[in-house]
């Protein structure tokens, strides 16, 4: 369990959620059956609710793996929105392509391989919703280019930000994390005190902060 809330509370919450059913539920297989690291149920109905409700014209997604999330948020939309998804590791891309082919969300999901930081830097048009989930360590670093291309009204979804509870307790924190915790407590100390942002932090999945600008 992800040590961010009582287990029991995070099961009973996971069983209320259908499951996923044709070519998704298929992807969310194969993620689990090859340790690809995807949404948790959880984040993903967020996720989904997040945007049917805010109906973002333009997402930009930090992390592609194989494209899970990227389908989630452009189905939940219903805007049909325009999204542009950020992936380092080639073997993802090649299944995220594949998965996107299967949606047909081949044109209308963009995905952009390199580094966050380094592709990040290079974009220019502004997006209404942002969902940071890569490179948990470098997230305090995303955040300037995040709030630059931030819409005034928009929102940035990040997940993992309790990191199996280490952020909120020192004594859960494995020595070799110690410098993703350091950076993801700066990362939440930044949006949560930054007078012009206004951030909520929920226990949800592995943690998830929501920052829009007041
Ligand atoms: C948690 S997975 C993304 C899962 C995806 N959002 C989903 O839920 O379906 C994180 C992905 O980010 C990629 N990644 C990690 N650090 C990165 C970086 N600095 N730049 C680009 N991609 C990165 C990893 O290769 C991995 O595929």
């Not at 819409?151 to 494995?174: P, S, T, Y």
């Amino acid at each position: 369990m992800s040590k961010v809330t009582y287990d029991y509370m995070e099961e009973y919450i996971r069983n209320l959620i259908p499951d996923r059913k044709g070519t998704l539920k298929e992807i969310e297989d194969f993620a689990k059956n090859n340790g690809v690291p995807i949404v948790q149920k959880e984040t993903g109905v967020f996720l989904e609710f997040m945007v049917n409700m805010k109906k973002p014209k333009r997402i930009l997604e930090l992390g592609t793996a194989i494209g899970f999330s990227s389908i989630l948020m452009y189905e939940a939309s219903e805007a049909e929105p325009e999204i542009t998804t950020i992936e380092r590791d080639e073997n993802m891309i090649k299944l995220a392509k594949m998965n996107l082919e299967k949606f047909n969300l081949d044109e209308k999901i963009k995905i952009y391989q390199g580094d966050c930081l380094e592709v990040l830097e290079k974009l220019q048009e502004p997006f209404d919703l942002i969902f940071m989930d890569a490179g948990k360590g470098h997230y305090n670093h995303f955040l300037p280019h995040c709030l630059r291309l931030l819409k005034d009204d928009g929102i940035i979804i990040a997940d993992n930000v309790l990191f199996r509870g280490m952020v909120a307790c020192d004594e859960l924190v494995k020595r070799r994390k110690i410098t993703i915790v350091k950076r993801m407590r700066t990362y939440l100390d930044l949006v949560t005190h930054d007078e012009d942002l206004i951030t909520t932090v929920i226990p949800m999945g592995d943690g998830i902060a929501v920052t829009k600008r007041r």
